[in-house]
Nanobody
């Protein structure tokens, strides 16, 4: 079993920055691809970013390319640095982990965190 806990959400003004953290525990951290997915009120979940188990490959949703950066350390944490935030980035942000094909691109996750709220005011 793998547990994921997100940290770092909050309220920020448009143009500002936030860094989210996802702490992964329970199994070998380095075996899992990890992604960030967000869900705005009344909308479906949407892929934000993914990072491979080795950290050597990353992918991003079109709406965040050039503004968000995903990274991971050698211990148990995946980060999402969010810059130039916009009101449309307001959502609950989830981290998720998996080992299946497609997890780098937002599908096939086996484990999910509870989410953290990010609110961007205009």
């Amino acid at each position: 079993q793998v547990q994921l806990v997100e940290y770092g959400g909050g309220l920020v003004q448009a143009g500002g920055s936030l860094r989210l953290s996802c702490v992964v525990s329970g199994r070998t951290f380095s075996a899992y691809t990890v992604g960030w997915i967000r869900q705005a009120p009344g909308k479906e979940r949407k892929f934000v970013a993914g990072i491979s188990s080795s950290g050597g490959s990353t992918s991003y949703g079109d709406s965040v390319k050039g503004r968000f950066t995903i990274s991971r350390d050698n211990q148990n944490t995946v980060y999402l640095q969010m810059n130039s935030l916009k009101p449309e980035d307001t959502a609950v942000y989830y981290c998720a982990a998996g080992r299946r094909d497609g997890t780098l691109y937002g599908v096939g996750y086996e484990y999910w965190g509870q989410g953290t709220q990010v609110t961007v005011s205009s």
